[in-house]
């Protein structure tokens, strides 16, 4: 089983639309939860933290479910430039390991 | 300020041969991590440095190794290269060893 998943996707959405992605992990023990974005043959960066309690960042938002191990990231009034892939990482702290997702594809439509 | 800097921007080199990549991490950043990632995919850690110490290692054979240095800049080496070591090698730095920035990569190609 992996460490991490998420729905490779692609999202095709049209501007102004709102999309979620979701992303679960295995290890029960995990801590450390973050979305980054990755334009292509580009680096990743860091979007955003994921807080326990959930957290927004201007039009994104990310929420953390500890029961069903999942982790989201929404995004409200989607732009253009949102245009990329969406990766999902989880910290393992058993060997202070950090685990992506294969990443979501994004394309926002005109 | 200065963000994660990788060198080379790319290599290729052939099976059998070792290669060195290296990273700086932004000034104040004491935690290094490495990353292979092949096209389609998500990164897959192999090392992360905190303070010249190794913390923790990815499911990477023994051909991969690392190091940091006193001025935290670190390096990955990889020895006896397959082909399937081809793919973007990213350097990751962070303060605290969580939140992490990343560099360019160095795409490495192996014939």
């Known amino acids: 089983r992996k460490e991490v998943e998420q729905d490779p996707g692609p999202f095709n959405v049209p501007e102004g639309a709102t999309v979620a992605f979701n992303c679960t992990y295995s290890n029960s023990a995990s801590q450390s939860f973050f979305w980054y974005r990755q334009d292509c043959r580009k680096e990743p960066k860091l979007l955003m933290s994921v807080y326990s309690s959930g957290n927004e960042d201007g039009r994104f938002t990310a929420q953390l479910n500890r029961a069903s191990q999942y982790i989201s990231l929404l995004i409200r009034d989607s732009k253009l430039s949102d245009s990329a892939t969406y990766l999902c990482?989880?910290?393992?702290?058993?060997?202070?390991?950090?685990?992506f997702g294969t990443g979501t594809s994004l394309t926002v439509i005109p | 300020d200065a963000g994660v800097t990788q060198s080379p921007t790319h290599l290729i080199k052939t099976r059998g041969q070792h290669v060195t990549l290296r990273c700086s991490p932004i000034?104040?950043?004491?935690?290094v991590s490495w990353y292979q990632q092949v096209l389609g995919q998500g990164p897959q850690f192999i090392f992360q440095?905190?303070?010249?110490?190794?913390?923790g290692r990815g499911n990477f054979p023994d051909r991969f190794s690392a190091r940091q240095f006193p001025n935290y800049s670190s390096e990955l080496n990889v020895n006896a290269l397959l082909l399937g070591d081809s793919a973007l090698y990213l350097c990751a730095s962070s303060r605290d060893s969580y939140e992490q920035y990343f560099g360019p990569g160095t795409r490495l190609t192996v014939t």
């Open positions: 440095y905190y303070e010249k110490e190794e913390r």
């Open positions: 000034s104040g950043h004491k935690s």
């Open positions: 990482v989880v910290e393992i702290p058993t060997g202070n390991q950090f685990y």
